[in-house]
């Protein structure tokens, strides 16, 4: 894998040829799925929508979502009866975004939710998730080992891994007082 930077005052590296491949959307075609790995602030969460502009742009229909969020958005539908209208509304669009996936451990219904959704997908669209961790690290977050090595298998085993590494960008945004002549 040749990994070039792409902006010298990022100071991030990532594998261009690959970005530029992704942008072509063929993943998108062929039902595949992205991992956006790398550490806080290398702009996984930039890389993902952009991805989701140009699939919006060339007629795809998206839908961007941070994990946690997701996943309580589910849990409430549990409760008011609408639990398998907000799953389907999750599995039909062509395009589903999970940011900060893998952030934090979930419960065992979270577990089987993340399970249901990457076993649907598989099958009906593509999934861009964003993680600090790295697939191999996404095991334990699970609550139930085997739902975890199923869906988890069915996703890493059709997806490509654009892995970012650098500084994060937020350091240098850091408010300064001006200086003083």
Excluded at 44 to 55: I, S, Y
Excluded at 113 to 142: K, M, Y
Aim: charged letters at 30%; a positive charge.
């Amino acid at each position: 894998m040749r990994v070039e930077r792409w902006d010298e005052t990022a100071r991030v590296t990532l594998d261009r040829a690959l970005l530029n491949e992704l942008v072509t959307l063929r993943f998108l075609q062929d039902h595949r799925h992205v991992a956006i790995v790398g550490p806080v602030g290398v702009g996984k969460t930039f890389w993902a929508h952009a991805l989701g502009h140009v699939a919006c742009r060339r007629g795809h229909s998206v839908l961007a979502l941070r994990t946690d969020r997701m996943l309580k958005t589910l849990k409430h539908a549990r409760l008011d009866g609408s639990y398998e209208a907000e799953l389907r509304r999750l599995i039909a669009v062509d395009l589903l975004i999970l940011d900060d996936f893998a952030l934090d451990a979930m419960d065992v219904v979270e577990s089987r939710d993340v399970h249901e959704l990457l076993t649907e997908r598989a099958r009906s669209g593509s999934i861009v998730v964003t993680s600090n961790r790295g697939p191999d690290e996404w095991l334990p977050t699970f609550a139930d080992p085997v739902r975890a090595q199923s869906a988890l298998d069915r996703f890493t085993s059709n997806s490509f891994d654009l892995v970012i590494e650098g500084e994060s960008y937020r350091a240098r945004q850091k408010p300064r007082l001006p200086r003083r002549t």
